[in-house]
């Protein structure tokens, strides 16, 4: 795999700050995600909540995508653009995935939310989602394999029966948005695509998690991905730096609202 330069400790601290913002982003539109509001308002509130603390909402104009935040309901696997005519109704479970760039450094980070009383069975689908991630983010240390976490998320979803996203990843992340390594999150099989963790690389995991098949479909607004069978589909990401025994993860929520229910 091309070679992944570790970030220095000035660096760091630049995507600690970025992590911050874009987490702090998520804490702030918990509890405006409910029945009744539309996904261009939640767009609007990550957006001005972004810019006035002096960060750059980094999906806008990103490869031409047109709004601050990508939002996700239900079948939609990743990418889903705000829009008034998108109305959150009662039952749905939607992804909110911000990325903020403060100082020239990227934070990147998505959480799942429940709008109002959700089945059952997608509340599990987004346990499980947030708990893949999770073990995913648990293999990492200096030394340990990029492919690990993959593994690790793979196993325990596919055990579950659900299919694991292919055709998209999580990233290195740093003054790029998406940089190298490619972060799978199944297990490809090829040494060409893994590599060994060192201290100081930035990347993000983020395992989109389906009910049925993995195979997605890319509407003709060309960047909402939807399942191929329909079925639900979750998402969770956090930003992470490798350390000697682990890793940190830069997007943690400061106010413990990392995985839903937020309000029990
Ligand atoms: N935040 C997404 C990610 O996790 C990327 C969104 S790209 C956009 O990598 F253009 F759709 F915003
Ligand atoms: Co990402
Ligand atoms: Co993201």
Sequence with gaps: MAKVKPKNNVE???????GK???ET??????HVKPGVSTEELNT???????ERGGIPAPLNYRGFPKSVCTSKNEVICHGIPSEEDILADGDIVNIDVTAIVDGFHGDTSRMFFV??????????????YDAMMLGINTVRSGSMLSDIGKAIQEFAEAKGYGVVRDYCGHGIGRIFHEQPMVLHYDPKDPRL???LRKGMTFTIEPMINVGTYD???LDDDWTVITADGKDSAQFEHTIVVTDTGCEILTKSPKGLDCPPYSA
């Excluded at 998520?26 to 509890?31: G, H, P, R």
């Excluded at 509130?45 to 810019?51: K, Q, R, T």
């Design 45 to 51: 509130l990550c957006h001005n909540f972004i810019v």
């Design 216 to 218: 997605g479909i890319t």
């Design 194 to 196: 893994d590599m060994r």
């Design 21 to 23: 913002l874009a987490a």
């Design 12 to 18: 760091i601290k630049k995507m600690e700050a970025a």
């Design 26 to 31: 998520l804490d702030m539109i918990a509890e």
């Design 116 to 129: 109002g009383n959700v089945s059952k069975e997608r509340q599990q689908l987004v346990k499980d989602t």
